[in-house]
T-cell receptor, first 115, second 111 residues
Framework: DSGVTQTPKHLITATGQRVTLRCSPRSGDLSVYWYQQSLDQGLQFLIQYYNGEERAKGNILERFSAQQFPDLHSELNLSSLELGDSALYFC??????????????FGPGTRLTVL | GENVEQHPSTLSVQEGDSAVIKCTYSDSASNYFPWYKQELGKRPQLIIDIRSNVGEKKDQRIAVTLNKTAKHFSLHITETQPEDSAVYFCAASKGGNKLTFGGGTRVLVKP
C-alpha cells in the first residue's frame, strides 16, 4: 500500500457525460500528479499540483481540469467524455519538499470506461 | 520536451536467468531515473531509482546503471523468479517534476 488513495475504483459512464476522480496523497505530501494510462499511449503525464497551485501541465485536454484543495486532496474533472477517454487514471504524490525528494508513489487508479 | 525510449517491448526469460531492460532519454537536464513494476490492473510500484550523481545502484536482485554521457540507463534483474513477471517502466524527470515514461517492457519468466 503506497498510502495514496483514489476513488472510485471503477467508473462506467456514457459519452458526453462528466465525471470527477478523487485522490488523497500520502500524509504530508504536497505534490500531486495525475497520469493517464491507455493501451496505445502508455503512461502519460496530465497535470501537477503543489500545495494547491498548478505546477506543470502535460498532455491534458481542455475538456479536463483539476484542482488541489487546502487539505491537499485533488480532483480530476473530465467532461464531454469520448470513447477515447477510457483509460486508467492514476494519481501520484511526492514528499514534502518538491525538488528535494523525487520519489512518486502511485495510487491504485480509477478505471474509467466510456460507453 | 523529454522523450524516453525503452527496449525491448517484450522479454521472455527462463527462471534463474538474468533480464536486462534498456532506456534512453533525450533531455540532458534530467537527473532522476526511477523504475516501476506494474502487475496487471495494479498501480505502478517503484522498485529502484537512481540519481544523476550516481553510476550504479543495487538492491538485492535488481540493479540500475546510468550512463549520463550516452544518456541511457538500464535495469538488471538477476536470478529471475516467476513473480518477476510484470510490465516494467523506466522514467526520467528533472527536479521534483513530472515523470516521462518509456513505453514499458513486458517480462515473462518461464518456470
Amino acid at each position: 500500500d503506497s498510502g495514496v488513495t483514489q476513488t472510485p475504483k471503477h467508473l462506467i459512464t456514457a459519452t458526453g457525460q462528466r465525471v470527477t476522480l478523487r485522490c488523497s496523497p500520502r500524509s504530508g505530501d504536497l505534490s500531486v500528479y495525475w497520469y493517464q494510462q491507455s493501451l496505445d499511449q502508455g503512461l502519460q503525464f496530465l497535470i501537477q499540483y503543489y500545495n494547491g497551485e498548478e505546477r506543470a501541465k502535460g498532455n491534458i485536454l481542455e475538456r479536463f481540469s483539476a484542482q488541489q484543495f487546502p487539505d491537499l486532496h485533488s480532483e480530476l474533472n473530465l467532461s464531454s467524455l469520448e470513447l477515447g477517454d477510457s483509460a486508467l487514471y492514476f494519481c501520484a504524490s511526492s514528499s514534502r519538499t518538491a525538488g528535494v525528494k523525487n520519489e512518486q508513489f502511485f495510487g491504485p487508479g480509477t478505471r474509467l470506461t466510456v460507453l | 520536451g523529454e522523450n524516453v525510449e525503452q527496449h525491448p517491448s517484450t522479454l521472455s526469460v527462463q527462471e534463474g536467468d538474468s533480464a536486462v531492460i534498456k532506456c534512453t532519454y533525450s533531455d540532458s537536464a534530467s537527473n532522476y531515473f526511477p523504475w516501476y513494476k506494474q502487475e496487471l490492473g495494479k498501480r505502478p510500484q517503484l522498485i529502484i531509482d537512481i540519481r544523476s550523481n550516481v553510476g550504479e545502484k543495487k538492491d538485492q536482485r535488481i540493479a540500475v546503471t546510468l550512463n549520463k554521457t550516452a544518456k541511457h540507463f538500464s535495469l538488471h534483474i538477476t536470478e529471475t523468479q516467476p513473480e518477476d513477471s510484470a510490465v516494467y517502466f523506466c522514467a526520467a524527470s528533472k527536479g521534483g517534476n513530472k515523470l516521462t515514461f518509456g513505453g514499458g517492457t513486458r517480462v515473462l519468466v518461464k518456470p
